[in-house]
Structures are given as C-alpha cells and as structure tokens.
C-alpha cells in the first residue's frame, strides 16, 4: 500500500507518550516501548519532512498519579526529541479534543484530518479517535505507532489488535509507519 490519501496540511499528533509510559518507575512500560519510540520517531521525521505540524498531548493525571504535572513520569519521552516550535497540550481526561485550545490548533491547521499515533490504545487513544471523528475529521490511525499494557486478562498486543479492527469499522484509516514514511 502507499502512503495513504491525506491532506498535506493533515498534523501529525503524539498522545501522551510521556516518559511515565516509558520508565517503568510507576508501572511497566507500555508494549513495545522500544518499538514505539523508533516507529513513532520515523512518523515525527516524516511529518516534519513533509512540512506537517506535529502536535504531543499530555496526560495531566491528579495529584500523586505518576503524570501529575511535575511528577518525573509528567513530561513528554525525552527520547523522542520534541522540536521547540512543537506545541504540547494538555488534557485531564481521556479525549484531547476536550483541551478547546487543541481543538482550535487543528481546526487551524485547514486539513479537516489528523493522524494520531500514541498511548494508550484502549483509553485515550480511542477517546480521541472519537473525539476527532465527533468533530468529523478524517482520521488516520498509525496502527503500529499506538500502545497500551496488558488489562482485563487481554495482552497488550491483543488490545492493540482488537481496537485496530474497531478503528477500521468505524471508518478510520489504518496505516502502518512502513506505509505512511515510506521506509
């Protein structure tokens, strides 16, 4: 497959790969964590080769959660080299469409679609799939570029897998890094 059909001006947003997911301080990190940080660095080089905005959201969880604003696990991964002029916006709670002012940003941006790519997977990744799809985006989903952990007797792997065939059903775009920067 090609790069999918998106609009030039579509951003790139990041959610909530903060370094919490990544550490292994508070809980273990997210599958594939490795994986995640090089596959999600390809789609930062390609969105910014191809003149695409990229966007990172953060989790603010409350006090004495490990992404409380100012714990250690709270900023976004370091490794993933976030540019200066690269906006962060922060949510409280599963969608990141509720933060109005990323709402705006992307409305800015002109290309009525995102592509997200993130964690975790069952939680606000999914949240914003429908929060973009509620605001009738065209949505593009890097399915090996979001993570979660294991939960309710399902692996990681097997959410991923299950919220992929979901996403697909409720008319998201399924691309993979491989397709969408074309290595």
Request: charged share 20%; proline share 7%.
């Amino acid at each position: 497959m090609s790069e999918p059909d998106l609009p030039s001006s579509a951003p790139l947003v990041v959610i909530d790969l903060q370094t919490g997911m990544f550490d292994g301080v508070h809980e273990p990190p997210i599958h594939d964590a490795l994986g995640i940080v090089e596959r999600t660095r390809a789609l930062i080089g390609w969105a910014r080769r191809d003149g695409r905005k990229v966007a990172f959201i953060r989790h603010d969880g409350p006090a004495g959660d490990p992404l409380a604003p100012g714990e250690p696990g709270w900023p976004v991964w370091a490794a993933l080299a976030q540019a200066a002029d690269e906006p962060t916006f922060a949510k409280s709670v599963r969608d990141a469409f509720s933060n109005p002012a990323f709402a705006d940003w992307v409305g800015e941006q002109g290309a009525g679609a995102v592509v997200l790519a993130g964690a975790q997977t069952d939680f606000c990744v999914a949240a914003t799939v429908k929060g973009a799809m509620a605001r009738e985006l065209g949505v593009t989903v890097v399915e090996d570029a979001h993570s979660t952990l294991d939960s309710g007797g399902e692996t990681a792997g097997e959410i991923i897998a299950r919220h992929n065939v979901e996403f697909k059903g409720a008319g998201v775009t399924l691309v993979t890094t491989e397709e969408l920067v074309g290595r």
